[in-house]
């Protein structure tokens, strides 16, 4: 008799995808938050990706996150500009897909790392070049700047950049009518959701990058 060779079943990776709007900024300090990580905890076993779209508008984001669907999807963009941002949260929900959204741009994110402030700016260009803030601590600072993510986490710039930023959540809501949208908010960011986020996927502590060294 013909024996019939078992199915081997073969194990497939879980998938954490990232879309970003910013072409350069958002992907680089993601991957090099994810390197340090992979090298620290040796998470090998767990497959993220930075993702790079072919349009960056915050829905057009949406419309290729859909498409691919993974374990876990998140898509990070910010106001600075952008239309179609109230039905992008609508239809990212609807689809339970995750956002990491800055206001008024990834910038706010970046500045938590030195100082809290509740400052708002119309556009980008006005937050990076505002010597008071932003511009005294990056003097040139470019979005294509290739160590951003060790200029803005050396001296602990990580946590203290979290608890900024999760003070910031918690206050600039309450200027606000009770129920606004917090892409209606400025400043604001909740990046650090999609860090604790990446830390989980890799069953790392998220408290532990919380942690002065």
Same mark, same amino acid.
């Given at each position: 008799m013909s024996r019939q060779r078992p199915t081997i079943k073969k194990s497939v990776n879980p998938v954490f /995808?990232?879309? !970003?709007? *910013?072409?350069? !900024?958002?992907?680089q300090y993601i991957? +090099?938050?994810?390197?340090?990580?992979?090298? /620290?905890?040796?998470?090998?076993? &767990?497959?993220?990706?930075?993702? +790079?779209? &072919?349009?960056h508008s915050p829905f057009c984001l949406l419309k290729e996150a &859909?498409?691919? +669907?993974?374990?876990? !999807?998140? @898509?990070?963009?910010? /106001?600075? *500009?952008?239309?179609?941002i109230p039905e992008t949260f609508r239809a990212a929900k609807k689809a339970n897909i995750n @956002?990491?959204?800055?206001?008024i741009s990834f910038e706010t994110w970046i500045l938590m790392h030195f100082e809290y402030t509740s400052k708002s700016y119309a556009k980008c260009e006005d937050l990076t070049s505002d010597n008071g803030h932003f511009k005294k601590h990056i003097v040139d600072y470019d979005k294509a700047l290739p160590n951003l993510f060790v @200029?803005? !986490? +050396?001296?602990?710039?990580?946590?203290r950049a979290i608890a900024n930023a999760e003070k910031l959540c918690t206050e600039i809501p309450r200027g606000y009518p009770a129920g606004t949208p917090i892409y209606d908010m400025n400043p604001y960011t909740n990046f650090h959701l999609l860090l604790d986020a990446i830390d989980r996927f890799l069953k790392i502590d998220p408290n532990a990058k919380r942690q002065k060294r």
């Open positions: /995808r990232i879309y !970003t709007e *910013g072409a350069e !900024t958002e992907p991957r +090099k938050y994810i390197e340090e990580y992979l090298n /620290r905890n040796n998470c090998f076993n &767990k497959v993220i990706f930075a993702y +790079k779209p &072919k349009n &859909k498409e691919l +669907k993974d374990d876990q !999807t998140w @898509i990070v963009f910010d /106001r600075d *500009g952008h239309g179609k @956002i990491a959204f800055s206001s @200029i803005a !986490t +050396k001296d602990n710039g990580l946590p």
